[in-house]
């Protein structure tokens, strides 16, 4: 099989989960698509290095994601202009769970991504955002706990 048959099957079977990965880590679907993208991109240059190629794209969005937002341009500016119309991101099925994961602050967000979504070791997950072990046990409590807090009444009666 050639290399860009590889790579184009590599993509069509996993898409759909790196994109909910990806939307999970910025809470935008347009932002989550243009880090698939950018990661993806860099997949395709290092294949014939990669040996677990999602392992690849999930680290290559993580890194991205922080990257771009340290960027001065992706600091909240306020306005007075209300968006055109409301998109919903969630995928169906997700219930409150990914409104709730949406609400949570972006780093608290980002290590229950990795920590509980992917079932990342704390160390691998201090690892790939650059944070230390104990910061990634902080966040993760707190994460938890908001998570905890933010379930409705019918939920807890199930």
Known sequence: MSRDAEFTDFVTARRSHLLRIALALTGDRHRAEDLLQTALVKLYVAWSRARNPEAYVRTTMVRANVDESRRPW???TSTDALPEAATSDPEPGDG???????ALPPMQRK???LRHWLDL???RTAEELGISEGAVKTHSHRAVAALRGSRSLSDVSD
């Open 74 to 76: 992706r600091r909240e």
């Open 96 to 102: 409150g769970l990914f409104a709730a994961l949406q």
């Open 111 to 113: 290590v229950i991504v």
């Open 121 to 123: 070791s704390v160390a």
